[in-house]
């Protein structure tokens, strides 16, 4: 039976594109200095540690070995994860199991990404199996400007509906001194002026590349009654594999999206998404996949969340708060965008997100990350144990 | 049906990189190319001298701020000698070369170099050695040619 | 006197050469793509469905697929164009480390038999508004000389000669 698990520090850098200010082990050390701070506890308190990124893009491998004299773990139990784009989220999961296993008390969880480093579009390729699709794939752009192409067919979405959910993001992202791409972007207008990289895809669609690291704290129930901050339950968590694609033409199935959302509304009797989880940090590295998979999750019908954003229901301050960081659009240091949702929930169901902080009252919040060919790893976060 | 061999594939990665070393090594690196000077980094709660120096500190991740100035002379800890060749690219010199771990005096940590003007055979544990400098100075570690034995003055 | 702070970065290319291994099912794909420059897939013997490449399981019904040529189909690589992006961003080859000159186009295409494939759109001259859904289109191979035995030895698909 598993244990009960909470989160009880977080910590981030100020994400920015470079940071040539600082090293690799520098960079995690500043995000788990400070949730160490957040939590009030020194760094020989953790008994072990979850550090992941993707090492492609900086071209220097096994991280973990390199990172243990900078994040604390010389001498500790410690394991690398590494698992593309969901790397953050599984970082997570990982700590969470560490805890409710009953192996470990007190577990710190690092992601970090120093894309400048490297040449993020080649590392990406590196990715595709290279004997059957590395030469061609286009990467995440290839990806991401056909699930426009396909959203816009099938549910009428103009070409505006992409550039409102950017002017909401950077709405957010004003909010919130950890994002990288704080930009005064105020109308439809001005999004629509940014040059396309595969059409209907513009520049601004698209997440940027950033340099930064973020860490979590995760305890036991009975550690996380000691702490000096109130705990955020970690309520469930999952993750999805779909089958690889081989042949990425037509239309992307969602299947792991929906997949992974589902399990965890239907394990965890929730019926009403929408109106039961009160915020959303969702791992969507465009505009029209936040819409798209905002729907996949369940949170609206398919072909309705363009209209809804219309409305403004998304907002910081509305019904549905949906990633009031600013979302990956907005900051995405790969191996720490999806532990950035966790933390940005964790901050959200704590009331401490500052300027950020939703207007609805927190109480269940939903993370997610996304990678690969269709990979998917979700968790639900509570303010109560129960 | 004929039978065939399995295919093999040839493959190559080549992906150019740019690692920064952050503020703190920067700054180690051009006192070195500029002025010749070692200077280490130390830790008021633990009491070691980093060297080369580092921002944070591994036992405790304190921020290291104290600046302390070391010579170019140290001790032999330990050495070895290399023999085979994996490639230039890859080896900052043809072997054969000899290596060494070199704690510089008033330092709590190792430095790993080259050791020159010596003999595998000439070299001791705990025998005094110090930096050769190279002439032309780029802004890296190997700004110090190798480290050689000081002769007793006779 | 305020200083600007010299920032140091070490520069280096990462260059590692690997051999591969494709198996006897990818393998033969490739052999046979190479040497005959044609396309091959092979049918799962439970759920039916055609396995593009092939491969030694069906991850849908996990049934064991033979080894060629026992249920592998010779495609004919002739289809019709389903769509086409055009690529507008300079990409570096991880291979070479040299970058694609741009915009090109990359098309799907719904093979006779059914499946979807993924090549480039070519040849570099043909003009986007020249291009219809439904157009149909062939494989074109490049020289055999040139072959590798790697999916870059289909040349591009083309829309069939006077049917632009």
């Not at chain 1, 071209?59 to 590494?82: C, E, F, H, N, S």
């Not at chain 1, 965890?268 to 936040?290: C, D, F, L």
């Not at chain 1, 229901?313 to 999806?338: K, L, M, Q």
Request: charged share 25%; net charge neutral.
């Amino acid at each position: 039976m598993a244990r009960r698990t909470a989160i009880v520090g977080v910590g981030q850098t100020f994400h920015r594109s470079r940071r040539p200010d600082v090293h690799i082990g520098e960079l995690c050390a500043e995000a788990v200095k400070a949730a160490l701070e957040d939590a009030e506890i020194h760094v020989r308190d953790i008994q072990a540690f979850v550090t992941g990124n993707m090492e492609l893009f900086e071209g220097r491998y096994v991280q973990d070995m390199w990172l243990a004299d900078w994040i604390g773990a010389v001498g500790k139990p410690g394991i690398r994860v590494t698992t593309g784009g969901t790397t953050g989220g599984t970082l997570a999961s990982v700590a969470f199991e560490l805890v409710a296993s009953g192996l470990y008390d007190l577990v710190l969880a690092v992601g970090f990404e120093k894309q400048f480093e490297g040449d993020t579009r080649a590392g990406l390729k590196t990715v595709a199996d290279p004997l059957w699709i590395r030469w061609q794939t286009t990467g995440a752009i290839g990806y991401f400007s056909r699930q426009a192409r396909y959203y816009m067919k099938e549910t009428g979405a103009p070409e505006e509906a992409g550039a409102m959910v950017r002017v909401r993001l950077a709405a957010h992202a004003r909010n919130n001194p950890h994002a990288h791409l704080r930009l005064d972007l105020e109308s439809v207008e001005e999004v629509l002026k940014s040059p396309y990289l595969i059409p209907p895809l513009r520049q601004l669609d698209m997440c940027p590349t950033s340099e930064g690291a973020c860490a979590i704290v995760v305890a036991s129930e009975e550690r996380a009654a000691r702490m000096a901050r109130r705990p955020v339950w970690v309520k469930d968590w999952t993750s999805v594999h779909k089958e690889a694609i081989y042949v990425r033409g037509g239309r992307h199935s969602v299947a792991d999206l929906e997949m992974a959302a589902s399990r965890l509304f239907r394990r965890n009797g929730i019926q009403k998404p929408m109106e039961e989880i009160s915020v959303a940090e969702i791992y969507a590295p465009s505009t029209w996949a936040e819409l798209e998979w905002l729907e996949a999750y369940g949170f609206c019908e398919k072909g309705t969340a363009w209209r809804l954003e219309e409305k403004g229901v998304f907002y910081w301050n509305r019904e549905f708060p949906v990633n009031p960081s600013g979302g990956v659009v907005c900051t995405n240091p790969i191996g720490a965008t999806g532990l950035i949702r966790v933390a940005e929930v964790a901050l959200q169901l704590r009331g401490d997100a500052g300027p950020r902080q939703i207007s609805r009252k927190p109480t269940l919040g939903f993370s997610s990350a996304w990678g690969g060919s269709g990979w998917t790893v979700a968790h639900l976060l509570s303010s109560s144990k129960d | 049906m004929k039978t065939r061999e399995p295919l093999q594939v040839l493959g190559r990665l080549y992906v150019p990189y740019a690692n920064w070393v952050g503020e703190t090594t920067s700054q180690f690196l051009c006192e070195l190319r500029d002025k010749r000077r070692l200077r280490g980094t130390g830790c008021s709660e633990c009491g070691k001298v980093f060297m080369p120096p580092r921002s944070v500190c591994p036992t405790c991740l304190a921020s290291l701020e104290t600046w302390v100035d070391l010579p170019t002379t140290g001790l032999l800890m330990t050495y070895t000698s290399v023999h085979y060749s994996f490639g230039r690219e890859y080896q900052p010199m043809d072997p054969p070369y000899l290596l060494g771990i070199i704690r510089l005096d008033g330092a709590d940590t190792g430095l790993c170099h080259f050791l020159g003007e010596t003999s595998f055979e000439e070299l001791r544990v705990g025998m005094k050695v110090e930096a050769v400098f190279k002439e032309n100075r780029e802004g890296n570690i190997l700004d110090i040619a190798y480290f050689r034995p000081i002769k007793a003055a006779s | 006197m305020d200083i600007e702070k010299e920032l140091l970065c070490q520069r280096r290319t990462l260059k590692i050469r690997f051999r591969w291994s494709a198996g006897p099912y990818l393998g033969r794909f490739l052999l046979e793509l190479k040497e005959e420059g044609r396309l091959w897939v092979v049918r799962c013997p439970g759920c039916g469905r055609f396995l593009l490449p092939p491969r030694i399981v069906c991850a849908q019904c996990y049934t064991r697929t033979p080894e060629f040529p026992e249920h592998w189909v010779r495609l004919s690589g002739k289809g019709t164009l389903v769509d086409w992006e055009r690529v507008h961003y300079p990409q570096m080859d991880p291979e070479t480390g040299t970058v694609r000159p741009e915009p090109y186009l990359h098309g799907t295409f719904r093979l006779e038999e059914g499946l979807l494939f993924v090549h480039y759109l070519g040849p570099e001259d043909v003009q986007e508004s020249d291009l219809r859904v439904g157009l149909p289109v062939e494989m074109v191979m490049k020289p055999l000389e040139e072959r590798e035995g790697k999916m870059t030895d289909i040349h591009y698909f083309r829309i069939v000669e006077g049917r632009r």
